[in-house]
Structures are given as structure tokens and as C-alpha cells.
């Protein structure tokens, strides 16, 4: 079964300080990744997803992530970040292979700092 | 992507009651989902739901507690039976669209307390 681990709990930065967030999934043939983010007291919006095709994935907000095959990982990146950006980010995995289950990690919690 | 809505957004509820949460969504779709968020967690899957057939449930979810309906292609419920304090979280439902069945999408999300 397909597991997620986010490394960092919590990160605090400064505002327009760059920031990464770090997502690691277990090996599998294929997956589809996903980040998500969780603005408090509202659900979960989809940030961007990596289905094929380019490993550098844009998604919204200016945030981006790259995939990364052989380190099995899926890392989120903003370069330079706002307070508006303060929310709960999760990555989740599904397998490939037709699966449509969404495993979630933890989730990382980013506070921007003015 | 939908618009996705939930109903009740927040509740706070007798232990021993049942609360039942509706998922409704603005276009057909095939796949609905529903997660508990318990307090400061993750996201974990409850169950599956597909229109037309019985819902299919994650290891240390059961009917009996989260019975789930999906009475036509939009719309679907979720019960947290006879409750008690530890059932205390978000419940959200999701649904995946169209062609793009890999990607899901989430509806707000219902604040369950039970006291």
C-alpha cells in the first residue's frame, strides 16, 4: 500500500522568504500526486497534481512542484511567499494503475511571518 | 472542477445521537468519497460511494456506524451512528469528475462536535 511522509510538521518564513515544502511517497510503478492546501475552517483545494508527462508541475498561487522518480519524491515549492499563503498543505498519492484511493500525509503547516 | 456543498457545516452533538451529513454536488458524477479529518490529523478514507451499488468501506470503518447512501449521481449522505466524544472531526466529501476520475475534489466540510 502507498504511503506519504511529509517531513516538516510546521514551517515558519518570512514574507517573500522562498519556501519548500517536502513530500516523499513509497515506491509504486506509477502514481498520480497531488498537493492540496487547507486555508483554516474551509475544505481542501487542489493546488496541482502530476498525472505523466513534465516533471516540473505548475499549479496555482504561483506554487510549483517537481517530481522526482528515482528519490520518490514530490516536493512543493514557492519562491517567494505571502501571508495569505498561512494554511495546512498535504500531498496525497494514488496509484497509476486505476485506482482512484487518495493517500494523505500528514500535512505541513506553513505560517508566514510578516 | 464542481461545486461541491455539504450540509450541516458545523454541529455540536449529545454522545449516543446520530448526525446525518449531505453531500450534494452540481453535476453528475461517478465517484464520491467521504474522509474524516480527526482533530490536528490527516485526511483518512471512510468509504467509497458509487451510485447504484453499496458502498465499500476502509479497514476500521463499518456500515453499522457510517452507513452511506448514494441515492442518484449527485448526492449522497453520510451517518455517524450513536456517537460518542472520539468521533469529534471534519467529515468531507469528495468526487472525482469526467474523464479525470484520477483527481478529487472536496467539499467544505462538516465541524462535527460530540460532547
Known amino acids: 500500500a502507498q504511503s506519504v511522509t511529509q517531513l516538516d510538521s510546521q514551517v515558519p518564513v518570512f514574507e517573500e522568504a522562498p519556501v519548500e515544502l517536502r513530500c516523499n511517497y513509497s515506491s509504486s510503478v506509477s502514481v498520480y500526486l497531488f498537493w492540496y492546501v487547507q486555508y483554516p475552517n474551509q475544505g481542501l483545494q487542489l493546488l496541482l497534481k502530476?498525472?505523466?508527462?513534465?516533471?516540473l508541475v505548475k499549479g496555482i498561487n504561483g506554487f510549483e512542484a517537481e517530481f522526482n522518480k528515482s528519490q520518490t519524491s514530490f516536493h512543493l515549492r514557492k519562491p517567494s511567499v505571502h501571508i495569505s499563503d498561512t494554511a495546512e498543505y498535504f500531498c496525497a498519492v494514488s496509484d497509476g494503475g486505476g485506482s482512484e484511493k487518495l493517500v494523505f500525509g500528514k500535512g505541513t503547516k506553513l505560517t508566514v511571518n510578516p | 472542477s464542481a461545486v461541491i456543498s455539504q450540509k450541516p457545516s458545523r454541529d455540536i452533538c449529545q454522545r449516543g445521537t446520530s448526525l446525518t451529513i449531505q453531500c450534494q454536488v452540481d453535476s453528475q458524477v461517478t465517484m464520491m468519497f467521504w474522509y474524516r479529518q480527526q482533530p490536528g490529523q490527516s485526511l483518512t478514507l471512510i468509504a467509497t460511494a458509487n451510485q447504484g451499488s453499496e458502498a465499500t468501506y476502509e479497514s476500521g470503518f463499518v456500515i453499522d456506524k457510517f452507513p452511506i447512501s448514494r441515492p442518484n449521481l449527485t448526492f449522497s449522505t453520510l451517518t455517524v451512528s450513536n456517537m460518542s466524544p472520539e468521533d469529534s472531526s471534519i467529515y468531507l466529501c469528495?468526487?472525482?469528475?469526467?474523464?479525470?476520475?484520477?483527481?478529487?475534489?472536496f467539499g467544505p466540510g462538516t465541524r462535527l462536535l460530540v460532547l
Open positions: 469528495s468526487v472525482t469528475i469526467g474523464g479525470g476520475r484520477e483527481t478529487q475534489y
Open positions: 502530476y498525472l505523466s508527462g513534465s516533471t
